[in-house]
């Protein structure tokens, strides 16, 4: 704690505008600090928070300024922004009224709460989406990925033998494990998602033009760890974008023969060495796992019962909620057989037109397909980096997959942006193209 507060706040305000400047000529320290703060404090629950003398400051809070005012000034200072910068902005702008709209009908403690995950997942995208990204930067963000996931894994292996340190100890303690594969389950569902995309990174490696053999052997690896963390609703969205990875690379899915043979002696190697040690990993779990599915209180039941309630709500409010949302702060309370559920609804679609309406969900799906699209025009360019065009869609298409069973965590709001701007990119090269053959013709 800082006891002197007038010093307290001078050394977080001299930090805030040094990171400001810097940000506004750099993009990766504030990435790293976005990074940290999401993965560190928000998904492995650490207390990151400053306390001057009796106040709580929050870095997130400080870090996603920083990025929406830096922002802002570029896209000020520089030309008009492009069409897809354009649709974020008003997608930022709907998401900023309906927290007004909720103030107003909520006040301003409830509306706030509520709008704080999509402040920071706006204003995240938008300071990436401000800077000009190339395959070059792409390629570096997915090495990076790769760090941290290496570094996570590492963690994962150490709650594996040592449980009671897991952030999620406390929540299996308070409620009743019924399920074998629930004890597997040492980080939330957004680690282990993290840890699959680092996967689909190492085997997009493969499909590559240039080798890059560590990066390679990686991949079968951090997935098999994912596969091991029991999130069904991650191994869906990881297996359907391993799909239109190979969909899109299919006169080349020769070269995965190599990393799915690797991975399946991977897997063995794991299962006889839990074997040996005593402890199954594979077979109670699954059946468990399965078993869980088929139950009539299961989670899948319990979110589609919970759209439902929420959205028939919504929707029987009348056409100003459906197109403009009730407001951040709206109440998620509903009735789910004799339990009273008032936690998020678990899908990032739902939860935005309960809030922001049609008007939201409509911009945020308008900008996801429209950076599938551009990627997709320039899918055959030759492109010698780590993450192609083609695996870039598939890194997008596992992205809006996971949105319907979870709204994704901060870290992934560098994704988007990143995968928009190199889309826009791509259309702009196109355009100078065009322009300077116009020219000479």
Do not use: C
Request: aromatic fraction near 10%; charged fraction near 15%.
């Amino acid at each position: 704690m800082i006891e002197d507060p007038a010093s307290g706040y001078l050394a977080v305000g001299a930090t805030a505008a040094v990171l400001l400047v810097i940000s506004l000529f750099n993009r990766w320290l504030l990435i790293l600090v976005f990074l940290f703060l999401a993965i560190v404090g928000n998904q492995l629950q650490v207390d990151l928070n400053l306390r001057i003398d009796d106040q709580s400051v929050a870095p997130l809070d400080i870090a996603f300024a920083i990025g929406a005012l830096a922002a802002g000034l570029r896209m000020a200072s520089g030309r008009a922004p492009d069409r897809t910068q354009t649709i974020w902005l008003g997608f930022t702008i709907v998401g900023f009224i309906a927290f007004l709209r909720g103030m107003s009908s909520y006040g301003f403690e409830v509306a706030a709460t509520s709008y704080r995950y999509w402040f920071y997942f706006s204003a995240g995208t938008l300071f990436v989406l401000s800077f000009p990204w190339q395959p070059l930067h792409v390629d570096r963000l997915a090495r990076l990925w790769l760090g941290i996931a290496t570094v996570l894994l590492i963690l994962i292996m150490i709650l594996w033998t040592a449980p009671d340190l897991s952030p999620l100890s406390e929540d299996l303690a308070m409620q009743q494990v019924r399920y074998a594969y629930e004890n597997q389950r040492v980080v939330g569902a957004s680690v282990a998602f993290l840890i699959g995309q680092a996967g689909m990174i190492g085997l997009a490696a493969w499909l590559a033009v240039r080798p890059v053999p560590l990066i390679r052997a990686s991949g079968p690896i951090f997935l098999i760890v994912m596969v091991l963390l029991y999130h069904r609703s991650v191994w869906v969205a990881i297996a359907l974008g391993m799909g239109v990875l190979m969909l899109l690379h299919r006169r080349a899915l020769y070269r995965l023969s190599v990393p799915i043979g690797l991975g399946a002696i991977l897997l063995a190697g794991a299962l006889m060495l839990g074997h040996g040690l005593g402890k199954d990993l594979l077979a109670e779990q699954i059946d468990s796992a399965i078993d869980e599915a088929l139950d009539q209180n299961s989670t899948l039941t319990w979110r589609l019962e919970g759209w439902q309630v929420l959205l028939s709500r919504a929707i029987g409010e009348g056409p100003v909620v459906w197109v403009f949302g009730s407001g951040f702060g709206v109440s998620y309370e509903r009735q789910l057989g004799y339990s009273t559920v008032t936690v998020s609804p678990h899908n990032l679609y739902v939860e935005l037109f309960v809030n922001a309406g049609l008007l939201g969900v409509g911009l945020l799906l308008w900008f996801q397909v429209r950076t599938v699209r551009l990627l997709y025009v320039s899918a055959n360019a030759e492109n010698p980096d780590l993450l192609d065009r083609r695996s870039a869609i598939a890194m997008m298409a596992t992205l809006m997959i996971f949105s319907i069973p979870y709204s994704p965590s901060l870290e992934q709001s560098v994704w988007l942006g990143a995968l928009a701007a190199m889309a826009s990119a791509t259309l702009e090269a196109r355009k100078s193209e065009t322009a300077v053959a116009a020219r000479f013709a």
